[in-house]
């Protein structure tokens, strides 16, 4: 691994912050999960754009739950299963498929939810990682 240093616009910043505020995870981590994921940066689809765009007229109680949403108890254990037999490499091709899908729904729940946080904080409250 290298060092680099990387001036990075207020924006970028603010939005890995949101997510890794939301997510309990170090900025920088965040910043690198995307930079490997993500190069070259693609754009957010349609829908999730206008989504995440409808959030600012949602009311405070409902970008709270969006805030606080996670996955149930049995999805967890079941990405947690799969997550397992894949770095043991003995996912078949509709496990790999679930798995890619779960991780989908994962990273736009990320999305949603720190877009959720950044509102609340802007209407003036106080949001934790740890809601």
Request: glycine share 4%.
């Amino acid at each position: 691994m290298s060092d680099y240093t990387l001036i990075v616009p207020d924006e970028m910043v603010e939005a890995a912050r949101q997510i890794a505020e939301a997510t309990s995870q170090p900025i920088e981590q965040v910043l690198l999960n995307r930079l490997k994921t993500a190069l070259p940066l693609p754009a957010i689809p349609l829908d999730e754009e206008q989504e995440l765009e409808a959030f600012r007229h949602l009311s405070d109680e409902a970008l709270w739950l969006i805030a606080k949403e996670q996955f149930t108890t049995t999805i967890k254990g079941r990405m947690d299963d799969l997550m397992d037999n894949n770095s043991r490499g003995i996912l078949d091709d509709e496990a790999r498929q679930e798995l890619e899908g779960w991780v989908e729904r994962g990273e736009r729940m990320m999305v949603r939810k720190a877009e959720a946080a950044f509102l609340l904080e802007k209407r003036g409250y106080s949001v934790t990682p740890n809601f």
